[in-house]
């Protein structure tokens, strides 16, 4: 079936430092693709999502791009801020709309 | 435009007791769907609702969860009974149909469930 695969965390960074958690997926077809955050204590929120190939999706100074040749959707921010600190989730919608998670990739920025 | 909702936000029951949860979703969203998050994983589906028909429910473990979603609105997830390994975050979450492009999911805040 299909499947999204993170990099371990936690990914400890400075503050301003920049950011890449990388994510691959395998699936049939061409699936839309999303980052989702989850903020300590809170529920996931979604971050970022891109339809299409060579789509970029961008919010919150976060970019990913849609590598159908990779099969990747890496999440990359410039400048990180110590309240960017949270866990990160990929992940696909498959051919029966159910979404797909990966295991999440914990950030953690200090000052 | 308010969330999803979700009651209560934390429960600790006993082994072999019995919980339920509770969901309200957004207002107008068709799809409702229960994941259940244990610590240091991403979340997996347990059920999935359009309106108050089961879509998908091949991952819901029949024998000790149920769920409905009377009138297609509110939804309430139950366990009866609890084991250890049942500890984690339940989340609900909706979305307009997906047949509508609808394949954005907001999620609730979850309900974290400790089984001693």
């Known amino acids: 079936g299909d499947s999204v695969t993170q990099m371990e965390g936690p990914v400890t960074l400075s503050e301003e430092a920049f950011l890449t958690i990388n994510c691959t997926y395998t699936?049939?077809?061409?699936?839309?693709l999303f980052w989702y955050v989850q903020y300590p204590g809170e529920g996931l929120q979604l971050l970022l999502k891109?339809?299409?190939?060579?789509d970029k999706g961008s919010n919150k100074g976060f970019e990913a791009t849609y590598r159908k040749e990779t099969t990747s959707f890496h999440l990359e921010k410039g400048s990180v801020q110590v309240s960017d600190s949270a866990v990160y989730f990929c992940?696909?919608?498959?051919?029966?709309?159910?979404?797909?998670f990966g295991t999440g990739t914990r950030l953690q920025v200090f000052p | 435009e308010a969330g999803v909702a979700q009651s209560p936000r934390y429960k600790i029951i006993e082994k072999r007791q019995s919980v339920a949860f509770w969901c309200n979703p957004i207002?107008?969203?068709?799809?409702l769907y229960w994941y259940q998050q244990i610590l240091g994983q991403g979340p997996k589906l347990l059920i999935q609702f359009q309106n108050n028909g089961v879509v998908d429910d091949s991952q819901l473990p029949k024998d000790r969860f149920s769920a409905e979603r009377l009138k297609g609105v509110d939804s309430t997830l139950k366990i009866q009974p609890a084991k250890l390994e049942d500890s984690a975050v339940y989340l609900c979450?909706?979305?307009?149909?997906?047949?509508?492009?609808?394949?954005?999911?907001?999620f609730g805040p979850g309900t974290r469930l400790t089984v001693t």
């Open positions: 207002s107008g969203h068709a799809t």
């Open positions: 891109a339809t299409k190939a060579d």
């Open positions: 992940a696909l919608v498959d051919n029966t709309d159910k979404l797909i």
């Open positions: 979450a909706s979305s307009l149909s997906p047949a509508l492009g609808g394949y954005e999911q907001y």
């Open positions: 699936a049939t077809g061409y699936p839309s």
